[in-house]
């Protein structure tokens, strides 16, 4: 008699049970299938079109790897398999095989996703739970391998694109990893072929671009050649992820392109405690991945990585040159590209970039350092947020603030929990001078703003939160900028020059439009706008109302 399978038990959330009345609803929408013991129900690197519920029996989600098996969990009656890629349509990470025969519930996707937008509890948790299996997938470095040295400037750019993107991956270090000689010897390459990525244990790329990873695993829709819609929104932050669930829910034809990753720097929050609606807080990247899959089940189409490299005007359409040779035709353009972190201006600084200089606080980041000294550098709510996930990660972490007011342009329930962590130690009237440490990062020279003196501190990484600038360099001369390179709105615009005689219908031009009518600017990108989260999502959802009224006006004036 064969031994019984166990069930893998559910310490995170992750695998609920669902109930006879969820299975009931289900049910209504799928059909019931046999299953027999090695049957394979899903494959990793494939998009998978059906939601699957065990009904009897027990399946396993493994993850192969060098020809080997790899059990992640198994899963009994009322558990429902696969993971957040399910919902995005991503190919997936994982396999489903059947350890004992029974029989499963099998749902079309399409089905499921009008399913739980009639039935939100249901839909909720389902979500809930695929948003906790890609953490822990994260967390376990399941998924693709991305091997290579810490040194090199494209392995530093592959892993960020990972995880920017909120891809499980795992990182073999040549310089830490003793099997990582000897793994490049049996897939025929060498260190100085060096970054290369394995996919499925099978598939190697050799220092792939970003595009060519995205694509290979399954991140991104390809783009036409040629794209015609009502609506581009370039930047997928909050603002850009607000106004493509507002106009894609209201019948534009909404395409989203991002250069990196959905979620732009509000992704890179660990948790977001002042955000209307979440009072125990929630993290900047499960609020893009919800906001990303209710976008697509309203028919926004998305993107990533295409970067938009121009603007121009031509035939009654705006249009947007991408890279590739791609270009992207609208009637109107939302820009939400949002702003490049602010460097530190020292010594040494790319030397350390990806090892020991960060410029996110994400759970990634987080087990780089762990159980050893940070820094966190800066005063605002980002530097503050950073603190406070960190804490219980390092040793010890230390909030370097120039001024001499940690409350001067932190929020007060920020200040609140910093003040009561005896984690954190602030260090006010203070800035990095120097970097400390041979190829790896020791600690950093101090110095005190008012009384010169100077201090080494020590820390295994330095978190930068001081600010950022706008990435508005591939709008050329096409719209009015500030004198910081912001994007001018409404009246300033206009005043700065813009389709001067065209400006002849009452109200406009719109608060958030350019001096380009039909282009508006929303979220960190536009001059003047408030560098929070809500205000982001709040301009990305106005502007959709405001595109509504100028289409209505007759849109583009002739050129």
Known sequence: MSEQVQETPDLYGAYPRLGDEAIATLARHGERRPTQVGEVLFREGEPCPTFYVVLSGKVAVVERYDNEEHVLGVHGRGRFLGELGLLTGQAGFLRAVVREAGEVLAVPVNELRALVAREPDLGDLILRAYLIRRTLLIELGAGFRIIGSRYSPDARRLREFAARNRVPHKWIDLEEDKEADQLLHHLGFTPQDTPVVILRGERVLRNPSNAELARA???SVPLARKIVGDLVIVGAGPAGLAAAVYGASEGLATVVIDAVAT?????????????????????????????????????????????????????????????????ANAHAVVVATGARYRKLDVPRLEEFEGEGIYYAATLFEAQLCLRDPVIVVGGGNSAGQASIFLAPHAARVRLLVRSDDLGKDMSRYLVDQIERNPGIQVLLNTEVRELIGDKVLQGVVAENNRTGERREIEAKAVFVFVGADPHTQWLADEVALDDKGFILTGPDAVRAGGDGERWDKPGRPYPLETSRMGVFAVGDVRSGSIKRVASAVGEGSMAIRLIHEHLETGGLPPV
Do not use: C, H, M, W
């Not at 609020?287 to 990533?304: C, H, N, T, W, Y």
């Open 217 to 219: 695993i399954g991140l």
């Open 263 to 327: 979620g732009g720097q509000a992704a890179t929050s660990s948790r977001i405690e002042n955000y209307l609606g979440f009072p125990s807080g929630i993290s900047g990247g499960e609020l893009a991945d919800r906001a990303v899959i209710q976008a697509e089940k309203f028919g926004a189409q998305f993107s990533v990585p295409v970067e938009a490299l121009s603007l121009g005007q031509r035939d009654g359409y705006y249009v947007i040159g991408l890279d590739e040779g791609k270009v």
